[in-house]
Nanobody
Framework: QVQLVESGGGLVQPGGSLRLSCAASGSISSINAIQWYRQAPGKEREVVAFITSGGSTTYADSVKGRFTISRDNAKNTVYLQMNNLKPEDTAVYYC???????WGQGTQVTVSS
């Protein structure tokens, strides 16, 4: 059974960077597309980035130009590189497989001085 495990969250100052990882316990190529979502306290979960099995990407307007999603099928991992972080990026970040309706457990990102 495939599982998704996020890592890489933490506390960072505004303007800083973090790279999140979403590692699949099985073959990530069998998971197909992957989305990164985030959920801030008191807010609904929102999608921030999407990558297809072929590597095509889309981003929410709020993160466009600052976040980059990528995948390494050989490592069964999808990444979310987050640059120029802002306090409003503070949230729990989740990866999600639409094909399998499978969520990871989430990783906390806090942007604060």
């Amino acid at each position: 059974q495939v599982q998704l495990v996020e890592s890489g969250g933490g506390l960072v100052q505004p303007g800083g960077s973090l790279r999140l990882s979403c590692a699949a316990s099985g073959s990530i190529s069998s998971i197909n597309a992957i989305q990164w979502y985030r959920q801030a306290p008191g807010k609904e979960r929102e999608v921030v980035a999407f990558i297809t099995s072929g590597g095509s990407t889309t981003y929410a307007d709020s993160v466009k130009g600052r976040f980059t999603i990528s995948r390494d099928n050989a490592k069964n991992t999808v990444y979310l590189q987050m640059n120029n972080l802002k306090p409003e990026d503070t949230a729990v970040y989740y990866c999600y497989s639409p094909l399998r309706a499978l969520w990871g457990q989430g990783t906390q990102v806090t942007v604060s001085s």
